[in-house]
Nanobody
Framework: VQLQASGGGLVQAGGSLRLSCAAS????????MGWFRQAPGKEREFVAT????????VYADSVKGRFTISRDNVRNTVYLQMNSLKPEDTAVYYC???????????????????WGQGTQVTVSS
């Protein structure tokens, strides 16, 4: 499967952005999907995940209450709505797909088999 992330940009603190990740292939509805981010000089970190059904979501504490992950299994797309953005949210954001049934390690990058190319999000103070 190929993933194409989009929607990043420059926004002021307190603003909002909506990231999209379009997937190719016919198995999207069976994949758990995740968003990760990586700031310069830092390791890639978990942001949010959504189960293949869309019924279960998990968020990193740093974004809980501000970000919302969702998916549209008809459009083969996963979204990340980001509100109340902070300068510390500045990073390259990546979407990723996990084709496995087990989701206990959803917060680890190595759990995900497929990755998008990343989209830059910059939040100015």
């Amino acid at each position: 499967v190929q993933l194409q992330a989009s929607g990043g940009g420059l926004v002021q603190a307190g603003g909002s952005l909506r990231l999209s990740c379009a997937a190719s292939g016919r198995s999207f509805s069976t994949y758990n999907m995740g968003w990760f981010r990586q700031a310069p000089g830092k390791e890639r970190e978990f942001v949010a995940t959504i189960r293949f059904s869309g019924r279960n979501t998990v968020y990193a504490d740093s974004v809980k209450g501000r970000f919302t992950i969702s998916r549209d299994n008809v459009r083969n797309t996963v979204y990340l709505q980001m509100n109340s953005l902070k300068p510390e949210d500045t990073a390259v954001y990546y979407c990723a797909a996990d084709p496995s049934a087990y989701s206990g390690t959803y917060y680890l990058p190595r759990t995900y088999k497929y990755w998008g190319q990343g989209t830059q999000v910059t939040v100015s103070s």
